[in-house]
């Protein structure tokens, strides 16, 4: 079973600042990797997926790269105040199409 | 406008059974995988279930195996999750999601909490 394992757990940081959150994978998942923003109260929102495509909507600000298939990384260029939420990372086996979630880091307002 | 509606949440006691349900609007249902996925009290997301397009498809996640069934009915738009034995450490919102699609959930509902408690 392939583990996602998200840090830093909670990164305190200022409007305006760059954030940089890593997910990594137990073993190479290719770019088949996903990126979630989720707000208090509210569902998951699909931020990036296949590691570095922005979804429909998604502001330029948000960007995702990898490398090796296992090391990932989404950067927020200079946070916003909505950007105060907690990611997720994400990825998907193969077959079956089970998917899995990282632990989470929540981006709070220093 | 995509739209994913949940209903069906509520309070039930240990070995209860409860049925989950997702109407969709916005896109074709039949043409999508669908996924429900969960989320107990202060924990991350948590896939459950997902369906292949035409309901001959389904797989789960470990906990639940033999305990809930996903089904679809594609003429009303419909996405069920049928649970039953129900242990406390079911309790979370659960959400309907499109997808996968490739990778990724592209659309998520608002959720409806399932609470299972004596």
């Known amino acids: 079973e392939i583990v996602l394992t998200q840090s830093p757990a909670t990164l305190s940081l200022s409007p305006g600042e760059r954030a940089s959150l890593s997910c990594r994978a137990s073993q190479s998942v290719g770019t088949y990797l996903a990126w979630y923003q989720q707000q208090p109260g509210q569902a998951p929102r699909l931020l990036i997926y296949?590691?570095?495509?922005r979804a429909t909507g998604i502001p330029a600000r948000f960007s995702g790269s990898g490398s090796g298939g296992t090391d990932f990384t989404l950067t927020i260029s200079s946070l916003e105040p909505e950007d105060f939420a907690v990611y997720y990372c994400q990825r998907r086996d193969s077959w079956p199409p089970r998917l899995t979630f990282g632990g989470g880091t929540n981006i709070e307002i220093k | 406008e995509v739209q994913l509606v949940e209903s069906g949440g509520g309070l039930v006691q240990p070995g209860g059974s409860l049925r989950l349900s997702c109407t969709v609007s916005?896109?074709?249902?039949?043409?999508?995988?669908m996924s429900w996925v969960r989320q107990a009290p202060g924990r991350g997301p948590e896939w459950v279930a997902n369906i292949k397009q035409d309901g001959s498809e389904t797989y789960y996640v470990d906990s639940v195996e033999g305990r809930f069934t996903i089904s679809r009915d594609n003429a009303k738009n419909s996405l069920y999750l049928q649970m039953s034995s129900l242990r406390a450490e079911d309790t979370a919102v659960y959400y309907c999601?499109?997808?996968?699609?490739?990778?990724?959930?592209?659309?998520w509902g608002q959720g409806t909490l399932v609470t299972v408690s004596s």
């Open positions: 916005g896109f074709t249902f039949i043409s999508y995988w």
């Open positions: 296949d590691a570095s495509t």
């Open positions: 999601a499109r997808g996968p699609s490739g990778n990724r959930l592209e659309y």
